[in-house]
């Protein structure tokens, strides 16, 4: 069975997720980055694109000592498991996503037939790397991590893998904090790319819930076309 798929991502109010400055732009807030560490807390796996790996270099953990007691209590490791996509295997094994909450189980990475040897040459037992063909079929990789055990996927970016899964219809949640800032520059990262989306642009995703935390709106949605009557 394929996994529940969560994606997490916050925005500004004109839709970007980043700035083109040098500095990381913080779209959200204390309150609102200690939710995510309780998203984290509650899931199986943690799925990032290697261009987020590049460009932030996250440990990609649960930061709370609290959470991640409760999840060793649980019988579970004490962070999720890590995982990337990439097609060029352009990774660096010094990046802080290899070394840090990673003592249970190593990393997944997902490649392309052609990437697969030099991510394992680079990698080495940093990482499992599996191959999925010659293209990445997020489906085919949903099933993959299925059949490891994940029930629970959060997906927190960026652009192009909020895009993969959405016009897919792979994911089962989208939670979309909207920091309260314009970015305004056209070349700055959007949450997601010009797609051909399941229901074209008059299809309405189902709005579960809106949430206040302080300055940040917190706006869930299940994006998959089913009945919500």
Request: proline share 6%; no cysteine.
């Amino acid at each position: 069975m394929r996994p529940y798929v969560v994606l997490s991502v916050a925005a500004s109010i004109d839709g970007y997720i980043d700035d083109m400055t040098d500095q990381r732009l913080l779209l959200s807030n204390p309150a609102d980055f200690d939710r995510v560490d309780q998203v984290r807390a509650e899931s199986d796996a943690i799925m990032i694109g290697a261009g987020t790996v590049r460009t932030d270099n996250p440990r990609l953990i649960v930061k709370s000592e609290a959470r991640q007691a409760e999840r060793v209590a649980a019988g579970k490791p004490a962070h999720p498991r890590k995982i990337t996509v990439t097609a060029t295997g352009d990774l660096d094994s010094a990046a802080k996503f290899w070394h840090h909450g990673t003592s249970s189980a190593n990393p997944l990475v997902y490649t392309v037939t052609a990437a697969a040897p030099k991510l394992r040459d680079q990698l080495g037992d940093l990482a499992e790397v599996v191959d999925l063909g010659e293209t990445i079929d997020f489906a085919a990789l949903l099933d993959h991590l299925g059949d490891t055990g994940v029930e629970r996927l959060m997906v927190e970016g960026g652009t192009h893998l909020h895009t993969e899964f959405l016009s897919a219809g792979l994911a089962d949640e989208l939670h979309l904090a909207i920091g309260p800032t314009l970015v305004g520059d056209p070349s700055a990262p959007r949450f997601v790319n010009p797609a051909d989306y399941p229901g074209g642009s008059t299809r309405r995703l189902h709005l579960i819930d809106v949430t206040q935390i302080g300055d940040v709106a917190l706006l869930r949605y299940a994006p998959k076309e089913t009945s919500h009557a």
